[in-house]
């Protein structure tokens, strides 16, 4: 019996306006009478997607910036930080390369290590409260989230590969979209997010749907029991999916949930 769904956000759950078809609304409180949670698993921060499920937003849990805000039950189970040190690392490794601009987040800021102009606006890179700034924010600043836009897309697995070999000791990377790379703490993702949430319930891996589409979504398919994958996922994501499903425009995650459902009837 699947007693949790979880799902990505962009290029997943939402449509290609961005937007939470209407229909998510009904079907996750009709989940709940059931018994079954739904959780938000994205790169957008927890305030952001608390936006997105608005009429919901007190029945559902989170995992937040990639797993660096884990909410359960209205609870907070974890926030994990960059380290000062490991963010100076990053810095200073992404100005080796003139096709790589940083971007930090805090819970409510963006802090851009470039000028604006060299990023590129993509999906969940919507740089809200956006700051210019020469270095890294000083250590009092919680940083919860990095990515990094990189200007040639074609170069993009490259540029992936090569932050890896700098920085593995610190860091994931992983490609999403065509020109960003996520970055999350080695020991942190939408994974062990997830994981948490599970043990908050007392929920088991053969319990849990997941759904997603990018890299940065491998690790939790990977997780759970019944993992789902989209028909637009990138190639890599696609092979390691119990089902691929349709694309995100036609809605096919709430036709997954509509069968848990029905199943459950």
């Not at 700034?133 to 993009?156: G, H, N, T």
């Not at 994931?172 to 043990?199: C, E, N, Y």
């Not at 890299?215 to 994501?237: I, Q, S, T």
Request: hydrophobic share 40%; net charge negative.
């Amino acid at each position: 019996m699947i007693r949790l769904i979880a799902s990505d956000m962009d290029g997943t759950l939402l449509d290609d306006d961005s937007r939470v078809p209407e229909e998510t609304y009904e079907l996750i409180e009709a989940l709940a009478e059931k018994g079954v949670r739904f959780v938000a698993s994205s790169g957008r921060r927890y305030d952001t997607l608390r936006w997105f499920f608005a009429p919901v937003a007190d029945k559902i849990d989170y995992v937040g910036s990639l797993g660096t805000q884990v909410f359960a039950d209205g609870r907070l189970l974890d926030r994990e930080v960059f380290s000062t040190i490991a963010v100076m690392r990053l810095f200073e490794t992404c100005q080796m390369f003139d096709c790589l601009h940083l971007a930090l987040y805090d819970a409510s800021h963006t802090y851009l290590l470039n000028d604006q102009s060299s990023y590129i606006r993509e999906l969940d890179k919507d740089l809200p409260d956006a700051l210019c700034v020469f270095d890294p924010p000083s250590p009092d600043v919680s940083i919860i989230k990095a990515a990094i836009c990189c200007d040639l897309p074609e170069q993009i697995m490259d540029m992936a590969y090569v932050l890896e070999r700098e920085l593995s000791e610190w860091f994931t990377f992983l490609p999403s979209g065509s020109r960003w790379i996520d970055v999350t703490p080695r020991h942190v993702s939408k994974a062990t997010g997830l994981a948490q949430v599970m043990r908050y319930w007392g929920i088991e891996k053969d319990e849990v749907m997941a759904f997603g589409d990018s890299m940065n979504d491998y690790a939790m398919l990977r997780f759970v029991g019944h993992p789902c994958v989209m028909e637009n996922a990138r190639y890599a994501v696609k092979q390691i999916g119990q089902h691929v499903i349709g694309r995100n425009s036609d809605h096919a995650v709430q036709a997954e949930m509509r069968r848990v459902l029905e199943g459950l009837a």
